[in-house]
């Protein structure tokens, strides 16, 4: 399959503590990235996108940095709520590959009061 | 503003069966999504649909398949099913396409389950 399939790597944070996702892309060309969370037994959910022509794009509470010289991707939670607890993707459109999205593996957030 | 439904929630079939996945998007969206995400493999692209046509296909069989009627509702269909296709189907409705820098909206999925 495109999306690479390992074990699912874990972050534990205390609730109130910031919290940064990494993910790294495999695209040089990807011109548009997504964090999405998903929560057990839901759907995931759209966070913040940003397009590869800017390096940083701040939400509510969520700030999102892109490093296109090594092609690496950050989520950063302020101030992270036992809510957070889910699993965060990132995904990259990759246009000359006909332009669909390619999710990562996920990375587990865990909030602990 | 209703949300992207599957139906159904939860499906058990056997090896060799088909099945058929139904996706409402949310109302006015165009472009429906489909993914399969297993333990093992993540989020896997399926196809898309916009406007009743086939956009865009992922790296499946072809014993998966879909449709897009004119309302934008969508369906997935499995033939010939095999174990490994056990797995969370989602879809996502967009407006304008999945990669067309707009927000896609992800529905809870199907769990299917293949015994």
């Known amino acids: ?57 701040q939400g509510q509470r969520v700030t999102v940095l892109l490093n296109k010289t090594v092609k690496h991707l950050s989520l950063q939670i302020a101030a992270t709520q036992p809510g957070d607890s889910a699993v965060y993707f990132c995904a990259e459109n990759q246009p000359y590959n006909t332009d669909k999205l390619i999710f990562g593996t996920g990375t587990r957030l865990q909030v602990f009061p | 503003k209703a949300g992207v439904t599957q139906t159904p929630r939860y499906l058990i ?62 369906e997935m269909n499995v033939s010939t099913l095999e174990l490994g296709d056990s797995a969370l189907y989602l879809c996502a409705s967009s407006l304008f396409g999945q ?15 293949v015994l």
């Open chain 1, 1 to 57: 399959g495109e999306s690479v399939g390992l074990h699912l790597p874990t972050l534990s944070v205390q609730e109130g503590d910031n919290s940064i996702i990494n993910c790294a892309y495999s695209n040089s060309a990807s011109d548009y990235f997504i964090w999405y969370k998903q929560e057990s037994g839901k759907g995931p959910q759209f966070i913040i996108d940003i397009r590869s022509n800017m390096d940083k794009r």
């Open chain 2, 13 to 74: 079939k056997t090896r060799g069966q088909q099945v058929t996945l139904s996706c409402s998007p949310i109302s006015g969206h165009r472009s429906v999504s489909w993914y399969q995400q297993t333990p093992g493999q993540g989020l896997q692209f399926l196809f898309e649909y916009f406007s009743e046509t086939q956009r865009n296909k992922g790296n499946f069989p072809g014993r998966f398949s879909g449709r897009q009627f004119s309302n934008s509702r969508s």
């Open chain 2, 99 to 113: 990669s067309s820098y707009n927000e896609q909206f992800f529905g809870p999925g199907t769990r299917l389950t």
